[in-house]
């Protein structure tokens, strides 16, 4: 049986989950692959360091160079995490001619053209699919499966610690701050959250479908983003009653070569796949102008899901018998896209109004509303005090620069005691 | 821009969608795949029938010769479905050095094996993802993404014209033959049904996902199968009391080398993503050892998305530089696995009973289960009159084997009018 030599940089949770899975499932590998992967050396930065996974010691090491200079090592998988020395150390390795397989969704969203220039001229393979989706295969989804269509819409619940802090919230009534600390304990979340919780990690993956899906270069400060420490539990059950669930979604469509990228909380209707994909559970929906609406729903995290997408990257790369794929570039020879500004955007919207209780202000804020193209498809409203009044709109699909005036000239009303929340609703049409 | 020639044998429903996605995305397909992909034939059975597709008559022909003997089609397109001449036509071709694709379920249940080895002998390519699920990516999924996995669960809800019918009489309380009509006018059943209804579709699909996933030739005589013409509506209204969906499921699981295939009507918790799927949708549960849980959702047919599964097979054989891929064989080396008899299988089951209103029949009914070690969940009683009462028992999980034997003992008892249904409980444990 012949042994293909590979090496980790880093062993966290994922490396170690590539480990035990390239050993509990050594003998179905070898029937997928024809041969034997055997991790020949492990990058790490303390070779003393206690680990949940027995590893002989000395495959460990702390030096970069170990790794380059060997030329037994077909493949080089990085699983370091953040931008350096991951990307420079997969550079490195590409110009040693080694196959690359990585995880990392910062260095592919922000840096990922260089990294496919270099593996095309070095004629190495460069495979990334756990950088998205965790154990989903929607890089494959989109570069190979899709092959037939123009992608007209990608819809992706793809950061599970928001999706989990949101389920929570719906299910159990918790508020945003119970539900967080409820996820840290749990693990989902991180002492630091805010990369989850504001939409970063999610604008990643977002940024990385959509460069895939609709061939060109994204720019991660195009893409608007929004987090969920601003929903309360009110706003849940208002969703609720709406028949809506509130999920932060990813949201990338080409409209006729001008792209929509955005990264918020948003209604959905109840009935949609996406609102019943809850706990810490990923899920992207697509819609190509030929398959029509599909969606892939799984595990987003964790060590064996996203070591799963590791190990088959690193299988397809010695499956294949081309020296170069095309499949693994970014289609960066499209022309670039125009990105739609913000206030083009269409959708549904929620707003939530605390207001005094007098006569005429609903009317008053339905004819700003109205005045900015903007109907209405229900109100609702919950006297708390006379100076405390809850006023909830739900409008017809409009575009987001009608509604920004119209909060402005809200504002200024003098009955309006302040702006609660705005929340965008999907109806998918 | 280099042209590749293919053509197509069968020119129904699928085949003009393949034509008009070559025709509309054109210039994503050769963003694609680096090149053009011009049909120069077509087999047909009568040139001059009307086709809702404007397609000039010279590339029509009656004759597989014509096809075979060209030397400038490289791929070869099955879309005629059937046995014969399908196969034989499809074995030429690969005899003459073509690649083919199909999308022919029936022969590569019956009669997969022997193409895999043709193919193989010719070092020619061979793809057949439209063959399941229709634009679900399901085949890529199984032989390429999950590569990293041992494949322990496939739950399908892989046939339309059933899940639309069961959409139906769940949402609108329809009966059974009132549904079937209504999708027999909207065209998503035949006009002779047997073939959807009584599951043989489904278990054509189940016995290519179960062969491709554990590694194994599937006799199609394994497979237990039942379909969905005994549903009443009455059993949809106790399952819905019960917190369940009635779905068709195609069920694979490899439990230690031992396989369990089945297809049959099945209550499902409403939480699990398989219980919203609905209409004419389908979508595949996988449990792999690594990945966990995965769902894919998408149209199972249709002229369109199966066209995009069939041109995204076009499209990775152009891609591919090999002149033969491991990938498109059933890993038929593998040992053939055992299929476990009915009698093992093990499920909850739902019993729903026509009794006389007599003293200590439900005592008598609970000790018979409770003699073979079935224990109750949760039994429902409704009285029409003293000789017509309704019960309704839902049990824990249990062996089919000892169902059977507690419904024979059952059926043998005084105040027993009938057995009225039995659907098996599936909880995802």
Redesign the interface.
């Known amino acids: 049986m012949q042994k293909v030599k590979i090496a980790l940089l880093g062993f966290g949770n994922v490396g170690q ?1 590539v480990w035990q ?1 390239l050993n ?2 050594k003998k ?2 070898i ?4 041969r034997e992967i055997e991790i020949s050396k492990i990058l790490v930065r303390d070779i003393e360091k206690p680990r949940n996974v027995d590893v002989p010691k000395d495959i460990l090491t702390t030096d970069i160079e170990d790794i380059l200079a060997d030329d037994q090592i077909a493949v080089v998988v990085e699983l370091m995490g953040g931008l350096n020395p991951s990307m420079q150390y997969m550079l490195k390795a590409m110009r040693c001619k080694k196959h690359v397989v990585t995880a990392n969704k910062l260095v592919l969203a922000t840096q990922g053209e260089e990294l496919f220039k270099t593996a095309e001229e070095e004629g190495v393979l460069f495979y990334y ?1 756990a950088s998205v989706g965790g ?3 929607i890089i ?2 989109i570069n ?7 992608i007209e819409q990608l819809v992706g619940i793809i950061n599970g610690t928001t999706n989990y802090i949101l389920t929570k919230m719906t299910m159990e009534g918790m508020d945003f701050n119970e539900a967080l600390r409820g996820a840290q304990e749990k693990g989902f979340a991180e002492a630091d959250p805010t990369s989850d919780i504001e939409g970063y990690d999610a604008a990643y993956k977002l940024a990385i479908m959509a460069s895939l899906s609709f ?1 060109t270069k994204i720019d991660m400060n195009c893409i608007y983003r929004e987090g969920i420490s601003n929903i309360k539990a009110v706003d849940i059950e208002y969703a609720d009653s709406f028949g809506y669930a509130i999920k932060l979604l990813a949201i990338g469509k080409d409209i006729n070569n001008r792209l929509e990228l955005r990264v918020h909380p948003t209604m959905i209707p109840k ?1 949609h ?1 996406l609102a ?2 809850n706990d810490s ?1 990923n899920a992207i929906f697509i819609k ?12 987003g995290a ?1 060590s ?2 996203t ?6 990257d ?3 790369i010695l ?1 294949s ?2 020296d170069l794929s ?2 693994t570039n970014m ?1 960066n ?2 022309a670039p896209k125009k990105i739609q500004a913000s206030e083009e955007n269409v959708s549904g919207y929620y707003i939530r109004l605390n207001v005094k209780d007098r006569h005429g202000i609903l009317g008053e804020i339905a004819s700003v509303l109205g005045r900015h193209n903007t109907s209405i498809l229900t109100v609702t409203q919950k006297v708390k005090s006379e100076d405390n009044v809850s006023l909830v709109f739900i409008t017809h699909s409009t575009l987001e620069g009608n509604i920004m005036k119209s909060l402005k000239a809200i504002n200024d009303l003098d009955n309006v005691n302040s702006i609660e929340n705005i929340i965008r609703i999907e109806n998918f049409s």
């Open positions: 989950g899975i509990t499932n179905q590998i029937l997928n692959c024809g699919e154990g989903i295969p494959r989804e190979e499966s899709l092959t037939a269509n123009k061939g009935t796949p019943n994909v559970f190509g102008n030929a398959v029509g609406d599909l969606m892939l729903y799984g595990r964790g064996l899901p070591g799963s997408a590791v190990v088959g690193i299988i397809s499956r018998n081309t095309e499949l289609k020879s499209m």
